[in-house]
């Protein structure tokens, strides 16, 4: 398995994401793959773009942490997919901290 999704690679699937204006399900699994916090944060920006996402799923698994820039990100995207009916967020053996919820929690508010 791959270990480590660049941020160019990450880039390259956000543009890729990007012509798939109508999609309506997206669902990311990082494994054990840690994704560098640039090329999560241009992938969130074009997911909150794809605003006909009824179900958005991201899943990490023992991914070392989720940093607060990553997590505010995310938070942000989420608030843009006015369509969206399920959002799944699984940690499985990775750490998100106090801040990152908090900001989380405020977005999701809203």
Not at 94 to 102: A, P, Q
């Amino acid at each position: 398995g791959c270990t480590l999704i660049t941020d160019k690679t990450a880039f390259s699937l956000a543009t890729s994401l990007l012509a798939l204006s109508t999609l309506t399900e997206l669902r990311i699994h990082c494994g054990k793959t840690k994704i560098m916090t640039e090329g999560a944060i241009s992938l969130l920006n074009t997911v909150s773009q794809l605003i006909h996402l009824q179900v958005f799923s991201i899943r990490f698994y023992e991914n070392k942490g989720i940093t607060n820039e990553v997590c505010s990100k995310l938070a942000d995207a989420i608030s843009y997919l006015t369509s969206l009916t399920q959002f799944d967020l699984i940690l499985d053996e990775t750490s998100i901290d106090d801040t990152g919820v908090i900001l989380f929690s405020n977005t999701l508010r809203r």
